[in-house]
């Protein structure tokens, strides 16, 4: 019987399931993108700067104890791809279809799956076409198909699959090695039950809060980027914001998790807990006017200090 996706959690064969797709690197790497990962596919952004840099550059020798840590840090991030699946979702959900679903969002972000074709024709009510159709919208790098397929199989068939969970290290310049080792599905499913997986605390459901006001200021200065303003007069009204505001790294990177951060950071330090998704059409252009390295160095720099 299908439920509320509000009060639903990934179960344990869905958190297995991501475990295999996204493989355990038993220390910090840099992905296809350049952003520093550990684990289980977790990000700086999910953790935050500090944490990631306490954990291991290198492989250590006692892999299992870090294949435990690994798991046990992807347990405490995962609610935060769950909740965009529960407030995006308007109707009932199958657990393999909810499961599917996050196991997509942990891939390619919250605000993508809030936005993807898959999730326009579930809250429609076309189950099937999304199942069959919808998780193949996103194939970036095509590589990707072969997860695509499996989120496909999960929603539509509850086959979760059956594949072991490959361990992989690292070359010592953080850089993603040969796998080391593999955990048969069993096993990391004992671990998922050992370490807490079953055990979560539901979901809490809230009563809807009015929108925060989003200051003029703020709606100015992202609007500023389809004027004649230059793209340095962008981002030094931005930097001015930022410090201003002395808005800590840790604080923003909790609340932006899977939200462009510097376009984030901007508006919080302006003083607005906003609701970003609603200002991502603006915020998109304002993101190509700090398309350059430099800046978005210079404002992460600012950032954390």
Known sequence: MRQDPKTMRTSPEGMAAIASSEGIVPAVYLDSVGVETFGIGVTHW????????????????????????????????????????????????????????????????????????????????????????????????????????????????????????????????????????VIPRAQILAMIRDTGGTQRAAPVVEQPRPAPRIPPEVIDLIEETDGHHSKTGMLNGLMQQLSGAGVSAAAVLAFVQDIDPIIAAALIAAGALVFVVAMYTKASRTKKALASEAARSAILRTLDG
């Open 46 to 181: 999910a953790i935050g700067k500090k944490a990631m840099a306490d954990l291991p550059r290198v492989v250590p020798s006692d892999v299992d104890a870090m294949v435990d840590h690994a798991l046990d840090l992807f347990l405490k991030v995962l609610p935060k791809y769950e909740e965009p699946v529960r407030s995006a979702v308007r109707v009932p959900l199958h657990q393999h279809e909810f499961d599917a679903l996050v196991h997509f969002t942990y891939n390619v972000g919250g605000p993508n799956f809030q936005k993807s074709k898959l999730l326009q024709n579930i809250n429609a009510g076309r189950y099937e076409s999304a199942g069959k159709s919808g998780f193949h919208g996103w194939l970036k790098p095509p590589e990707l198909r072969g997860r695509r397929n499996r989120e496909s199989d999960i929603f539509l068939k509850a086959d979760y699959g059956t594949s072991p969970i490959p361990v992989y290290g690292t070359n010592g310049r953080m850089r993603l090695g040969g796998r080391i080792k």
